[in-house]
């Protein structure tokens, strides 16, 4: 994640054109090949916090929305990722 890390001009804050996404989104929701929402990361959610915290901007992550409105924590519950709502919350 480290090496990727470094080609998003704006780190996490960096969002997906199609929807407006976070990385704090897509490791609070999960993927898979062709499956969304299959449970979460919480090392990789409490890493990117972690990481982001250092400037003080982990809040703004955990408080950015998509393009339709929908927040971290409203993807972490639609994939069921109890232990990543705790956290965020």
Same mark, same amino acid.
């Given at each position: 994640? &480290?090496? #990727? #890390?470094? #080609? ?14 976070? %990385? ?8 898979? %090949?062709?499956?969304? !929402? *299959?449970? !979460?990361? =919480? ?13 003080? &901007? !982990? =809040? ?23 232990? *990543? ?5």
């Amino acid at each position: 994640v &480290r090496v #990727l #890390l470094d #080609l998003f001009e704006d780190g996490f804050n960096t969002r997906a054109e199609r929807d407006g996404a976070t %990385p704090l989104h897509w490791a609070a929701v999960g993927v898979g %090949p062709k499956e969304f !929402g *299959i449970g !979460g990361s =919480y090392e990789l959610c409490e890493w990117i916090l972690d990481w982001d915290n250092d400037d003080g &901007r !982990g =809040y703004d992550l955990v408080n950015a929305v998509t393009k339709d409105g929908n927040s971290v924590l409203m993807w972490a519950c639609w994939a069921k990722s109890l232990d *990543i709502v705790k956290l965020l919350v």
